[in-house]
C-alpha cells in the first residue's frame, strides 16, 4: 500500500523560511505526479504546486516566486521550499500522488496525513 508521510512543519514567523518533506513509498516514483495542496480553516484544498517525473513543475498564483518543489528520486521524496512566509500561508499542508499533471484536487489519489504550518509574531 502506498503511503506518503509529510514532516516538518511547525510554527515560523512572517518572511521566515520552512521545509516540508514528503517521503513516499511508492515503487513507480518515477512515473507519478506529486503534488502540495494546503486548506486553511473553513476554505477547500488550494492548489500549492506540482513536480512532474521530468521535473517540470507548476506553482499556485499565490505561491510562485516564494516556494520551490523538489524531489529526490534516490530516496523518493519530495521537498516544498517555503520562503517569505506570510501569515496567509497558514494551512494544513498535504502532499498527494496521482498519474496527471494538474492542478486539481480529484487529480490525486494518494494523500499523507498533512501537517500544519503557521506563520505568526
Known amino acids: 500500500q502506498v503511503e506518503l508521510v509529510e514532516s516538518g512543519g511547525g510554527t515560523v514567523q512572517p518572511g521566515g523560511s520552512l521545509r516540508l518533506s514528503c517521503a513516499t513509498s511508492?515503487?513507480?516514483?518515477?512515473?507519478?505526479?506529486v503534488a502540495w495542496f494546503r486548506q486553511a480553516p473553513g476554505k477547500e484544498h488550494a492548489f500549492v504546486g506540482v513536480?512532474?517525473?521530468?521535473?517540470?513543475?507548476i506553482y499556485g498564483d499565490s505561491v510562485r516566486g516564494r516556494f520551490t518543489i523538489s524531489r529526490d528520486s534516490d530516496q523518493k521524496t519530495v521537498y516544498l521550499h517555503m520562503r517569505s512566509l506570510k501569515p496567509e500561508d497558514t494551512a494544513v499542508y498535504y502532499c498527494?500522488?496521482?498519474?496527471?499533471?494538474?492542478?486539481?484536487?480529484?487529480?490525486?489519489?494518494?494523500w499523507g496525513q498533512g501537517l500544519q504550518v503557521t506563520v505568526s509574531s
Open positions: 498527494a500522488s496521482g498519474h496527471i499533471f494538474g492542478i486539481r484536487a480529484h487529480d490525486y489519489d494518494v
Open positions: 511508492i515503487r513507480t516514483f518515477w512515473d507519478v505526479a
Open positions: 513536480s512532474w517525473t521530468d521535473g517540470d513543475t
